[in-house]
């Protein structure tokens, strides 16, 4: 196959997370994120619990777990 033709069958790396809910991250968040450390969020549905998916400027950080408490916990992170 063609260079071309290879990467329009790649599906985008959070395919599978599709059904996990989304938080997004401001900067400072993000990089507390990405070194492992949980971060405090405000999430739009506060009974929201478990399992997300966690970006920053609309790049997958990776898969964090959110507690009722506001604190979201790294999981998987993503090799930036």
Do not use: W
Not at 42 to 65: F, I, K
């Amino acid at each position: 196959l063609a260079e071309e033709d290879r990467m329009n069958a790649l599906s985008p790396l959070d395919t599978l997370l599709q059904s996990l809910p989304r938080i997004d991250l401001g900067e400072d968040s993000a990089r507390r994120f990405n070194h492992g450390n949980p971060v405090g969020v405000m999430s739009a549905n506060p009974v929201a619990t478990g399992l997300c998916r966690v970006y920053s400027e609309s790049r997958l950080l990776g898969v964090g777990e959110l507690e009722r408490a506001g604190k979201l916990s790294p999981k998987r992170l993503v090799a930036a």
